[in-house]
């Protein structure tokens, strides 16, 4: 078992960090803070100066990666495709549509994402907690959005996993998000919920997006119109580009 430093806060401090770091910054709906105590890490990698202004962002685009159409397969939207045999887990779809504020479809939106397993692993060398890792599952999928703007994704519901910020940390099983626009210097990425989970109380990255009604459109809900009969279950989630009631991103 993976035991935190013992310097690490308890959930009980955290708890009061919270309440101090609501009492002091205001509810702000249209951004997370950068700077959130309870959310230990973010004191080390929070932006301290200003954002540099783009001069000439053609230039810009002239050095960054190309993304095609051509290069997405529709086996990228099945994270349960691919591999030798089926993940582990609870089969889920995913889907819901990209807007603008005026909520008008944002059609050919590349929209990456990626997640735990079932046990709450991440295929990845940083993930050493002691879950087992899923020979048949990426944890890694893409599509485009179609004409109406939506995405769709068939995957695994992810587990909560540890982390170490404090004693008994545990993240919201959640999914990562990331958006690109026209460009990719327009990439925003952010995560979604699955609604009940009791660990939301908890969790100093959720909680750093101060606004209740801004946390509430992290999460998406359960659409029994959506799940399949002996097949999966089905939740949906829309994400709104910018405007009153933007999906909150981590890196505005
Ligand atoms: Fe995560």
Redesign the pocket.
């Known amino acids: 078992m993976t035991t935190p430093p013992t310097t690490a806060p308890t959930q009980a401090e955290i708890d009061a960090a919270i309440v101090e770091a609501d009492r002091t910054a205001p509810p702000d709906p249209h951004h997370p803070n950068r700077d959130y105590p309870p959310y230990r890490s973010s004191a080390l990698r929070h932006p301290r100066q200003p954002l540099l202004p783009i001069v000439d962002p053609e230039a810009v685009e002239l050095a960054g990666p190309v993304f095609g159409a051509t290069d997405v397969s529709s086996l990228d939207s099945d994270l349960t495709l691919g591999l030798a045999g089926e993940p582990a887990g609870q089969r889920i779809t995913v889907t819901g549509r990209v807007v603008d504020r005026s909520g008008r479809p944002v059609p050919r939106q590349l929209v990456e994402i990626w997640?735990?397993n079932a046990a709450g692993r991440?295929a990845h060398d940083l993930d050493q907690h002691p879950a087992p890792l899923d020979p048949n599952f990426t944890g890694f999928g893409r599509c485009l959005t179609d004409d109406d703007g939506s995405y769709a994704f068939t995957t695994i519901r992810p587990g909560a996993?540890p982390w170490r910020n404090h004693v008994n940390a545990w993240?919201p099983a959640?999914i990562?998000f990331s958006l690109f626009g026209t460009a990719f210097t327009q990439r925003m990425v952010t995560?979604m919920y699955f609604p009940g989970d009791p660990l939301f109380r908890y969790d100093p990255v959720l909680r750093s997006v101060t606004d209740q009604a801004a946390r509430d459109r992290l999460v998406a809900r359960y659409d029994h119109d959506l799940s399949v009969a002996e097949w999966s279950l089905g939740f949906r989630w829309d994400i709104v580009l910018d405007g009153p009631i933007s999906t909150l991103f981590e890196d505005r």
């Open positions: 997640q735990a991440y996993y993240r959640h990562h995560q």
